[in-house]
């Protein structure tokens, strides 16, 4: 009974091993795409050649990623990505966290978009891409003036109205008093 048992789950196991092309190797093409070492920090290391701009970033948004994030960054069916209100507050729903009220360091929104986003086809965006739809989110969200292309030395300099409600929280200040949040 248990013999029978072991060896029907074994077959099963085989066969969705099978299906689900366990154990395939990957192609360094596809290591490539999601290899995307090292993760990009707040002072810019990390990021890579190439620029974007506000034009191309609205174009490339409308494309890509209008679908889930609203025409023009409202949030639906997905995440908001512009944000109002400001400051949030603790009544503030998660749902009106954003890009504007919410995200601390400019070169994040970098990472992350180049790293998982379009969701479903992550790393499927080039570095201008990624820079160009960086300046547009930026400039819709009023933090830049939208006039400079977005490239590795422009974006860390960005200012983002959320850096100023992030603090180290008192207790790891008392155990680490040299660390300081850049
Ligand atoms: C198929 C739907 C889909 C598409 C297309 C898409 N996104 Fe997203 N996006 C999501 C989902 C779902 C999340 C939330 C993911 C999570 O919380 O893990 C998200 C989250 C985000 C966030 C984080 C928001 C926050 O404040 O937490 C950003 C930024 C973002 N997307 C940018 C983009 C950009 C730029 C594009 C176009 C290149 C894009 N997305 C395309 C579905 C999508």
Not at 106 to 113: A, S, V
Request: charged content about 20%; some cysteine.
């Amino acid at each position: 009974m248990y013999k029978r048992l072991l060896v029907g789950l074994l077959a099963l196991g085989l066969a969705m091993a099978a299906r689900y092309h366990l154990g395939t190797p990957l192609t360094p093409e596809q290591v490539g795409q999601y290899d995307l070492r090292p993760a990009v920090l707040p002072d810019g290391r990390g990021l890579p050649p190439g620029q974007g701009g506000v034009e191309e970033g609205a174009r490339i948004y409308a494309e890509r990623c209008a679908s889930c994030h609203g025409k023009s960054g409202e949030g639906y069916p997905f995440n908001r990505l512009v944000a109002e209100p400001f400051p949030i507050t603790p009544e503030t729903e998660s749902s009106q966290f954003a890009i504007g009220n919410y995200w601390q360091y400019p070169t994040t929104l970098f990472d992350y978009i180049r790293r998982a986003m379009p969701y479903g086809n992550a790393g499927s965006l080039s570095a201008d891409e990624v820079y160009a739809l960086v300046a547009w989110l930026l400039y819709q969200n009023g933090i830049t003036d939208g006039s400079q292309p977005m490239n590795a030395q422009t974006l860390p300099k960005v200012a983002m109205p959320a850096r100023a409600l992030l603090q180290l929280d008192p207790e790891t200040h008392k155990r680490f008093p040299w660390l300081k949040l850049p």
